[in-house]
């Protein structure tokens, strides 16, 4: 048994870790990774943290709803991000159209 040297006082010597010829393999057992938590349960992590705190929400008295909601509506951070996602959902139900039409709609803006 060969003991590592380090600097230092007898105590840390002595505390120092030991090292065999069986502790120096190259061969070592893998451990198979765990799945992430998406491929157990088909939700993702930041998913699953959304539909808990949606439950809880939906758990709370009316009055409690309210206060939350309200607090929500009067932080400007929150408003903004609300705000955003009502912008993009009911953008999201609009028609779409050809980029073509869109590119050529640009070209005529720029030209003039």
Known sequence: MVTKKRKGTA????????YTARSRRTTTKTKKAARPYSARSGKTMTGALGEALWKMFQSLPDEDQSAFAQKMMNDPEWYEDIYDTIAMIQAS???GRPF????AE?????AS
């Open 11 to 18: 105590k840390v010597a002595e505390a120092a870790p030991t």
């Open 106 to 110: 640009l070209d005529a803006e720029r």
């Open 100 to 103: 073509e039409e869109f590119e």
């Open 93 to 95: 139900k609009e028609p």
